[in-house]
Each structure stands twice: as C-alpha cells, then as structure tokens.
C-alpha cells in the first residue's frame, strides 16, 4: 500500500489550497490519518490528524484556517488550507496507520507568496 498526495502550488497570502492524499490499493483503510510539512533544514512536523472516530486534532498555528477530512471508506485524507500565510510555504506529507503498520506519502510542495 502507499499513499499518493496531489494538490500542492502556489497561492498568494490569504488564499487557498486543497491538498488530497489517496491508499494505491482500493479498499485500504487507516485508522489514523494525518499530515505532516516540512521546510529545509528543520524536522518534519505535524500539521493535523483524523482518528478512527472522526476526531480531529490541528497543530496551534493552523487551527482555524486549515481542516482536515477524510472520505467514508478510510482510504483517502484531505487538507483544506484556508487563509494561508508565507510561514506555510513547505513541502506537505500525508501519513497513514493502519494496525502496527504507518505508511508516507510522497511530498507535495506548497509556496504562500506574500
């Protein structure tokens, strides 16, 4: 199994991107999904997650503007980033549990140009 991002660009300051994360294989489930970004030089870190019951939890300097989502199945995450700022400018990694098992997805880049 492997996780496939897309939707990555650029958007000027106050705009907005969808990031999308799918499973290869059709029919695959997570019990945790998330996404992580990172920036040159600094470690990867957490953005946002869905648990297996739907709650979701959002790192401080995002919450308000971004939301996470999944689809019914389990096998694909959303990023909804609203109102983005130039300290989102990173490259976004979607992530997956399932069991014992975390699979990443590959990098998507997104640039916030003030």
């Known amino acids: 199994v492997q996780l496939q991002a897309s939707g990555g660009g650029e958007v000027q300051a106050g705009g907005s991107l969808r990031l999308s994360c799918a499973a290869s294989?059709?029919?695959?489930?997570?019990?945790?999904l998330a996404w992580y970004r990172q920036t040159p030089g600094n470690e990867r870190e957490f953005v946002a997650s869905i648990l297996g019951g739907g709650i979701t939890n959002y790192a401080v300097p995002v919450k308000g503007r971004f939301a996470i989502s999944r689809d019914k199945s389990r096998s694909a995450v959303y990023l909804q980033m609203n109102d983005m700022k130039p300290e989102d400018t990173a490259t976004y990694y979607c992530h997956g549990t399932r069991g014992t098992a975390k699979y990443w997805g590959q990098g998507t880049r997104v640039t916030v140009s003030s």
């Open positions: 294989v059709r029919g695959a489930s997570f019990n945790v």
